[in-house]
């Protein structure tokens, strides 16, 4: 099982950023893959989640709630999340996960960093 993450990068407050969480090595279209993030001296939070191709379910943080927003490409394996209307407080390492018959997976964190 593998996630991998991508497309952070430095964004002024007010911007967007596109997230891209890449899988491999198991059924994509039967689980709920999650975002989290961790800021620097915070505990890791969850941001937002979508559940499987039986439903597609979505889930927000009240923090981010209206400003992002999570998609899946099941030809591409791939989980995005849209962040727009980013804010300082954003700032943190995004990280995908995917809990495979009870363990948890997680991909390498892409760092975003919302400054002017």
């Known amino acids: 099982v593998q996630l991998q993450a991508s497309g952070g990068g430095l964004v002024q407050p007010g911007g967007s950023l596109r997230l891209s969480c890449v899988t491999s090595?198991?059924?994509?279209?039967?689980?709920?893959i999650g975002w989290f993030r961790q800021a620097p001296g915070k505990e890791r939070e969850g941001v937002s989640c979508?559940?499987?191709?039986?439903?597609?379910?979505?889930y927000y943080a009240e923090s981010v709630k209206g400003r992002f927003t999570i998609s899946r490409d099941y030809a591409k394996k791939t989980v995005y999340l849209q962040m727009n209307s980013l804010k300082s407080e954003d700032t943190a390492v995004y990280y995908c996960?995917?809990?495979?018959?009870?363990?948890?997976?997680w991909g390498k964190g892409t760092l975003v960093t919302v400054s002017s």
């Open positions: 996960n995917a809990v495979i018959f009870g363990q948890p997976y």
């Open positions: 090595g198991f059924d994509f279209d039967y689980y709920a």
């Open positions: 979508i559940s499987s191709r039986m439903d597609d379910n979505t």
